[in-house]
């Protein structure tokens, strides 16, 4: 099952008490014919690569002062969002390696709505009124394999 390989793998990581790229790298050094992909890491929570990422940025904020320069992450931000004036204040309260790590390398946008793709139910409909006119409007449907709809369509075929 793959959510159990995937927390064994986990658990294999911390239970190692290294970061992942430590974790392989030792692994591939006690055992060289270890294939890593598909067999020692299968599949694994993006958290374990952000914190190494997010260690290994401040051993280099060490060396290099501009990770830790306020100056940089503004001039990063009205790079990257020029007309997002909330988000940069949002961003400017953390640290460019923050920035670096959750809107650069790690960025996720938000998921879209695809309700305009669903389709109408052929049973239900409401009424709306629109420019004056009463029409009728049908309600958006649900998976034909959800169970509330197997448990309409009992009712609905117990009626006919």
């Known amino acids: 099952d793959w959510?159990?390989?995937?927390?064994?793998?986990?658990q294999d990581v911390k239970d190692s008490k290294e970061y992942i790229g430590s974790f392989i790298y030792?692994?591939?050094?006690?055992?060289p014919n270890q294939k890593v992909r598909g067999k020692l890491i299968a599949t694994i929570d993006r958290k374990f690569y952000k914190e190494e990422l997010t260690h290994i940025l401040h051993e280099q904020s060490k060396y290099?002062?501009?990770l830790c320069d306020k100056t940089m992450l503004d001039k990063c931000l009205?790079?990257?969002?020029?007309?997002?004036e909330a988000h940069r204040n949002f961003r400017s309260a953390s640290s460019l390696i923050r920035?670096?790590?959750?809107d650069v390398?790690?960025?996720?946008?938000?998921?879209?709505?695809?309700?305009?793709e669903i389709a109408n139910c052929q049973y239900e409909t409401?009424?709306?009124i629109i420019n004056g006119k009463e029409t009728q409007a049908?309600?958006?449907?649900i998976a034909k394999t959800n169970p509330i709809f197997q448990e309409f369509r009992w009712q609905i075929m117990l009626v006919l």
Do not use: M
């Open 78 to 84: 009205k790079a990257l969002y020029p007309n997002n």
């Open 64 to 66: 290099y002062s501009e």
């Open 99 to 102: 920035f670096i790590i959750d």
């Open 138 to 141: 049908g309600v958006k449907c």
């Open 26 to 31: 030792n692994t591939l050094l006690n055992k």
């Open 126 to 128: 409401h009424k709306v």
């Open 105 to 116: 390398i790690y960025y996720q946008r938000p998921l879209k709505s695809k309700k305009s």
């Open 3 to 10: 959510t159990l390989i995937k927390l064994k793998t986990e």
